[in-house]
């Protein structure tokens, strides 16, 4: 079996991202653009190529520009196969495509959280907990590295 594109994969997470951040179903984009759901589930995983026609109508029905897909593009995505007709050397099969696990913006819990956040009107009181956020998570990683030092 075709491995996917690490380019499609990248552009089907960025689709994911932002309906999901729409608070948008599958369903329902699928109907927006004449589709099912099953196949924005192809769409979202990578496996099938989005033609810049249905990339367009994406970008319309989820209020981004077509460049919105493209953005935070890992620098090793094109590396993943050989671009034909080009002539140019060092696009071959070099490691493995960049791995959707490890990027927090694309993980549910990190739009849940986001999507949450928005919903709280009051700006001061989203402030303080945007605050709270980055204190608890720098203690942590603080932490983190301390028990590193000590175990060595």
Do not use: C, W
């Amino acid at each position: 079996m075709a491995r996917s594109h690490p380019v499609d994969v990248h552009v089907g997470a960025r689709m994911r991202q932002r309906r999901t951040l729409l608070g948008m179903s599958q369903e329902r984009l699928g109907t927006a653009v004449g589709l099912t759901f099953q196949q924005i589930q192809k769409y979202e995983r990578g496996s099938n190529r989005i033609g810049s026609s249905r990339l367009f109508e994406f970008a319309k029905v989820l209020d981004v520009p077509v460049s919105y897909f493209f953005e935070e593009m890992p620098a090793n995505a094109l590396a993943g196969r050989p671009m034909s007709g080009r002539g140019r050397k060092g696009f071959g099969e070099v490691g493995t495509p960049f791995e959707q696990e490890k990027d927090p913006l694309i993980k549910r819990e990190t739009l849940e959280l986001v999507r949450g956040y928005y919903k709280i009107r009051e700006a001061r009181v989203r402030k303080r907990i945007f605050e709270m956020v980055k204190a608890v998570g720098v203690a942590s990683h603080a932490e983190m590295l301390g028990g590193a030092k000590k175990g060595k």
